[in-house]
Structure formats: structure tokens, C-alpha cells
């Protein structure tokens, strides 16, 4: 396994990487700004509003949105810092706990005084990561709020949020369907807010008057330097799989958002790391994960991992999704072993008008985008796998992929990280 | 009148389509969603509204709910 690098782009000055290696104790934190008064309660609330900040989990809503919501609401509140990461490809949530948790509390505890949240359960399945919020929390004076560490199985619907809800409640982690949503009924039936690790993790630099215009951006794939760097919003795809991922020119494609947002063709060189622009583009930037394929990636050979995935790690709760899921993982494979034909193309094009939104969580729409962004960002190839001549004439990329034990296709290891971030950029 | 489609909890068994064809859509595996444009968060037409009873009491795992 390759070394995941972790760094910052030379343009920023980090806020949520640290520059130095190991893990960040609470003096550490506090000799560096942590833990200090700023601003609070709904002045707090105001400037996350003013910050732009969105949700870094993946579905980019508006964090002072959630936060008012949930403060809105007479009563007991409880808080949610969601660190399950469920997306194989990403490792930031893991890593922020594993190597900063003081960051992750100080942004909890000041996200649960603006609401009015007594209580804070830390949500994670790492058990490194639970371990090191354990020991930064023994670190604390005692009654500053009832901070409790979950932890949970791994898997990819385990991080949604009503499956975070309901693993606390004592349920199985997976999701529900919606309304209520976790704002008007969540933990013991009480408003929870529930944000994800890195979107909590930018509450201290807000509190102090800071911008939170950076994110954490796992960088995976067909590059020399992989890993996790802290990276200005808006600045092209290119320049970060260059710049720090030491890649020359644009490559064949990418996976985008984690699995979530699904393929993209060398078109995305170009395009800016923001939110909107990448999905006005038909692609996203979600929890803020691209995984570069290289020469040797076949995208229908790797839609087919994809679809496999999603095919898997569904709830099996939702008809439509776990028949969808599977019904697409079928096609793009036979599709990859030169055995589908073009009727078995327009069925997963119609599943691709179909079947958005038919489950009760984003999975299958997940699903769904690998395979219209298959469909539509690399038809040159799809069309090249239709007409192999059958099986002995399959892609050579596709032959050389072991479809049957590829379980999590570009998944990020946090145990990779070196422990010291490198200067090298 | 406010319903909610639990499709966690649907079984396919497709009487809602029967009785309100123009409120569930069933996939081609006989899984129920709501269609396009209705949601649980507003109001049924007053016009689908019956239709709408007659799935919620006839659904045979009680996926159909009403809301407050």
C-alpha cells in the first residue's frame, strides 16, 4: 500500500491539518488557539451563515440551516458528530480524530451551546478513532456536556444520518425513511443535530473570525504522491492532481465524491473543486474524495466495481434499491466481459430516468450516478465493450480486473498516513 | 392530508397502484414510491385524497402512513 501524503495547498494557511506529525494532545491544541472564547449562540449560528460553510459529509446542506433548525426546537436537544465515513475512497473524518480530536470537540461542544444540546455523541467505526477521542476526552474537566463515543460496524449506509440515529437508538445502523428527519425527532425522540466530523471541525476557526473556505480533499488512484491535503475551494481539478498529486496533465478520468457523484472524463481537468459548479457539470464533489484513474482503468471495468459495491452495501431495505442496485451491477458487468448486448444498455439507461429517488436513502441514487456517468462521459468506451466480439475479446483492462473479490474498489487506508506531513510541495 | 410511503417497509404486494394509480408508481419489481411531484411533506390533492384511504387501509404491511 502506498503512503497516503497529508499537506496543504501552498496557497492556504491550514486550519484543519495540522503542520505537525503525531497525534495533537490538549496542550497541543491550546498552545495553538483551541479551546479559547468567540463568538457563540446565535451570533455563532450567524457567522456559520456568513461563512457559506456546508455540510463536508456529502450532501453540502447548509450547516447554519441545520443549526437553526435544531435550535429552534423548545426542549432538550442532542448533538451528532457524524465520523463513520462510510465512503470506502475518503479518510478525512478518520484521520481528524484519529490525529486531531481536540478540533472535533472544541467544534462539538461550541455547535452544541449555540443550540442548546446538553449532550454530544461522537459516531464513528474506527476503533483508532474511537480510542483517540477516548483519551482527548479523559483530557477534559469533567460536566462540560455528556460527550460519549458510539461505536459502530463499519459500512456504507451505517454513516447516513437516520442510520446513525437509529444505531444509537439502540436499532440497527440503517436508514430510515424520511420525515421525521434527525432535526425534528432523533436520539431518544429528542431535535439532533447531526454534522459530519469535518463540518464540526470548522466551527473553532468560525468562532475565532476565520473563513471556512478550505476543505479536506483525499486524493487516491493513478498519482505518485496519494493522500489527504487541505485545499482551497474553487481551484481547478488539475491544479490539485498536479500540484499534489504529482501527475503531468490530465488523465483518463475520475471517480468524484467519494463513489457518490461517479465518473468523470478528462473534461474534469478543468473544472473548479466547488460545489456547484461540479454538479451544474453532472458531477460533485461530496464528501471530497477523487480517485484518478490512470491508463490501466477501464471505466466500464471500474463502473462495474462501483455497481458491484452499491450492489452489496445497500440496506437491503428498499425494493427498488437492492433489485436496482443489482440489476445495473449486472449489466455494467456482463458489459466489461464483452457479453451485453445494446437492449441491455437501454435498460440501464432507463434505470438511470427510473429510478432516482425511489429509495429511502441516497444509495441507489449513488448507484445511479455511477451508471449514467458511465453512460454519458465515456460512450466511446461503452460503446467498444458492445460490440467485443464475446468474451475472448474482452477489454484487456476488464480481463485483468478481478470482479469477484475487488470489495472496495479505491478505498483509503487510514493506517497509510505517514505521520508526518510532508514539505514537499 | 399528508401520507408517507415507508418503503423500508413496502413488500411490493402493489394494491396502492391498484386503488391510486395516479399516487404510487411501482417500479418493475412491484416496489411502490410516491410519484414524482407528491411527498410526504405536503398535501395530497383533495382529489386524490380517497384513493390515497383506500391504499393506506388496504396496504397489507401498513407501509402507507398518514401524517400529522
Same mark, same amino acid.
Given at each position: 500500500?502506498?503512503?497516503?501524503?497529508?499537506?496543504?495547498?501552498?496557497?492556504?494557511?491550514?486550519?484543519?491539518?495540522?503542520?505537525?506529525?503525531?497525534?495533537?494532545?490538549?496542550?497541543?491544541?491550546?498552545?495553538?488557539?483551541?479551546?479559547?472564547?468567540?463568538?457563540?449562540?446565535?451570533?455563532?449560528?450567524?457567522?456559520?451563515?456568513?461563512?457559506?460553510?456546508?455540510?463536508?459529509?456529502?450532501?453540502?446542506?447548509?450547516?447554519?440551516?441545520?443549526?437553526?433548525?435544531?435550535?429552534?426546537?423548545?426542549?432538550?436537544?442532542?448533538?451528532?458528530?457524524?465520523?463513520?465515513?462510510?465512503?470506502?475512497?475518503?479518510?478525512?473524518?478518520?484521520?481528524?480524530?484519529?490525529?486531531?480530536?481536540?478540533?472535533?470537540?472544541?467544534?462539538?461542544?461550541?455547535?452544541?451551546?449555540?443550540?442548546?444540546?446538553?449532550?454530544?455523541?461522537?459516531?464513528?467505526?474506527?476503533?483508532?478513532?474511537?480510542?483517540?477521542?477516548?483519551?482527548?476526552?479523559?483530557?477534559?474537566?469533567?460536566?462540560?456536556?455528556?460527550?460519549?463515543?458510539?461505536?459502530?460496524?463499519?459500512?456504507?449506509?451505517?454513516?447516513?444520518?437516520?442510520?446513525?440515529?437509529?444505531?444509537?437508538?439502540?436499532?440497527?445502523?440503517?436508514?430510515?425513511?424520511?420525515?421525521?428527519?434527525?432535526?425534528?425527532?432523533?436520539?431518544?425522540?429528542?431535535?439532533?443535530?447531526?454534522?459530519?466530523?469535518?463540518?464540526?471541525?470548522?466551527?473553532?476557526?468560525?468562532?475565532?473570525?476565520?473563513?471556512?473556505?478550505?476543505?479536506?480533499?483525499?486524493?487516491?488512484?493513478?498519482?505518485?504522491?496519494?493522500?489527504?491535503?487541505?485545499?482551497?475551494?474553487?481551484?481547478?481539478?488539475?491544479?490539485?492532481?498536479?500540484?499534489?498529486?504529482?501527475?503531468?496533465?490530465?488523465?483518463?478520468?475520475?471517480?468524484?465524491?467519494?463513489?457518490?457523484?461517479?465518473?468523470?472524463?478528462?473534461?474534469?481537468?478543468?473544472?473548479?473543486?466547488?460545489?456547484?459548479?461540479?454538479?451544474?457539470?453532472?458531477?460533485?464533489?461530496?464528501?471530497?474524495?477523487?480517485?484518478?484513474?490512470?491508463?490501466?482503468?477501464?471505466?466500464?471495468?471500474?463502473?462495474?466495481?462501483?455497481?458491484?459495491?452499491?450492489?452489496?452495501?445497500?440496506?437491503?431495505?428498499?425494493?427498488?434499491?437492492?433489485?436496482?442496485?443489482?440489476?445495473?451491477?449486472?449489466?455494467?458487468?456482463?458489459?466489461?466481459?464483452?457479453?451485453?448486448?445494446?437492449?441491455?444498455?437501454?435498460?440501464?439507461?432507463?434505470?438511470?430516468?427510473?429510478?432516482?429517488?425511489?429509495?429511502?436513502?441516497?444509495?441507489?441514487?449513488?448507484?445511479?450516478?455511477?451508471?449514467?456517468?458511465?453512460?454519458?462521459?465515456?460512450?466511446?468506451?461503452?460503446?467498444?465493450?458492445?460490440?467485443?466480439?464475446?468474451?475472448?475479446?474482452?477489454?484487456?483492462?476488464?480481463?485483468?480486473?478481478?470482479?469477484?473479490?475487488?470489495?472496495?474498489?479505491?478505498?483509503?487506508?487510514?493506517?497509510?498516513?505517514?505521520?508526518?506531513?510532508?514539505?514537499?510541495? | 392530508?399528508?401520507?408517507?410511503?415507508?418503503?423500508?417497509?413496502?413488500?411490493?404486494?402493489?394494491?396502492?397502484?391498484?386503488?391510486?394509480?395516479?399516487?404510487?408508481? /411501482? &417500479?418493475?419489481?412491484?416496489? %411502490?414510491?410516491? =410519484? +414524482?411531484?407528491?411527498?410526504?411533506?405536503?398535501?395530497?390533492?383533495?382529489?386524490?385524497?380517497?384513493?390515497?384511504?383506500?391504499?393506506? /387501509? &388496504?396496504?397489507?404491511?401498513? %407501509?402507507?402512513? =398518514? +401524517?400529522?
Amino acid at each position: 500500500m502506498l503512503a497516503l501524503t497529508t499537506g496543504a495547498h501552498p496557497a492556504v494557511r491550514p486550519r484543519l491539518i495540522r503542520g505537525q506529525g503525531g497525534w495533537e494532545d490538549r496542550a497541543a491544541y491550546e498552545a495553538a488557539g483551541g479551546y479559547q472564547p468567540g463568538l457563540a449562540g446565535a451570533d455563532l449560528i450567524d457567522a456559520v451563515a456568513a461563512s457559506g460553510l456546508r455540510g463536508r459529509g456529502g450532501a453540502a446542506f447548509p450547516v447554519a440551516r441545520k443549526l437553526g433548525a435544531v435550535a429552534a426546537r423548545a426542549g432538550e436537544k442532542v448533538v451528532l458528530v457524524n465520523g463513520e465515513e462510510g465512503e470506502p475512497a475518503s479518510v478525512k473524518d478518520r484521520w481528524l480524530l484519529r490525529a486531531r480530536p481536540h478540533l472535533v470537540i472544541d467544534g462539538a461542544l461550541r455547535a452544541a451551546r449555540a443550540i442548546g444540546a446538553g449532550t454530544v455523541y461522537f459516531y464513528v467505526s474506527d476503533a483508532a478513532a474511537a480510542a483517540s477521542l477516548g483519551t482527548a476526552l479523559a483530557e477534559l474537566p469533567a460536566r462540560l456536556a455528556d460527550l460519549r463515543v458510539f461505536q459502530v460496524e463499519p459500512g456504507y449506509v451505517a454513516g447516513e444520518e437516520t442510520a446513525a440515529v437509529n444505531a444509537i437508538n439502540g436499532r440497527p445502523a440503517k436508514p430510515s425513511e424520511k420525515p421525521p428527519r434527525p432535526f425534528e425527532e432523533g436520539i431518544g425522540r429528542l431535535p439532533t443535530l447531526v454534522s459530519n466530523a469535518e463540518s464540526v471541525a470548522c466551527l473553532p476557526g468560525i468562532a475565532a473570525g476565520l473563513p471556512a473556505d478550505t476543505f479536506l480533499l483525499t486524493l487516491g488512484g493513478a498519482i505518485s504522491r496519494p493522500g489527504l491535503y487541505e485545499v482551497p475551494f474553487g481551484i481547478p481539478v488539475g491544479e490539485v492532481t498536479e500540484v499534489l498529486g504529482g501527475l503531468a496533465g490530465p488523465p483518463r478520468g475520475y471517480v468524484m465524491g467519494g463513489y457518490f457523484a461517479g465518473l468523470l472524463n478528462a473534461r474534469g481537468h478543468g473544472l473548479p473543486l466547488d460545489h456547484d459548479t461540479l454538479k451544474g457539470a453532472g458531477s460533485g464533489l461530496g464528501c471530497g474524495a477523487i480517485t484518478v484513474l490512470g491508463p490501466d482503468d477501464c471505466p466500464v471495468g471500474v463502473a462495474a466495481l462501483l455497481l458491484a459495491y452499491f450492489g452489496r452495501e445497500n440496506a437491503g431495505q428498499c425494493g427498488s434499491c437492492f433489485n436496482g442496485t443489482a440489476a445495473m451491477a449486472g449489466v455494467a458487468l456482463a458489459l466489461a466481459r464483452g457479453e451485453a448486448g445494446p437492449a441491455q444498455v437501454r435498460r440501464l439507461e432507463h434505470w438511470c430516468g427510473f429510478l432516482p429517488g425511489r429509495g429511502a436513502c441516497a444509495t441507489l441514487d449513488g448507484a445511479v450516478n455511477v451508471a449514467a456517468t458511465l453512460l454519458r462521459e465515456f460512450p466511446a468506451q461503452v460503446e467498444a465493450h458492445l460490440t467485443a466480439a464475446g468474451p475472448g475479446d474482452a477489454c484487456p483492462a476488464c480481463a485483468a480486473t478481478d470482479f469477484l473479490t475487488t470489495d472496495r474498489p479505491f478505498a483509503s487506508d487510514p493506517e497509510s498516513i505517514t505521520p508526518h506531513v510532508e514539505a514537499a510541495l | 392530508m399528508k401520507i408517507k410511503l415507508d418503503r423500508t417497509l413496502c413488500d411490493g404486494f402493489g394494491k396502492c397502484a391498484v386503488h391510486a394509480p395516479t399516487v404510487f408508481s /411501482l &417500479d418493475e419489481w412491484g416496489y %411502490a414510491s410516491l =410519484e +414524482r411531484g407528491l411527498s410526504a411533506d405536503n398535501d395530497l390533492p383533495p382529489e386524490l385524497e380517497q384513493p390515497a384511504l383506500r391504499a393506506l /387501509l &388496504d396496504c397489507p404491511v401498513h %407501509a402507507i402512513i =398518514e +401524517r400529522p
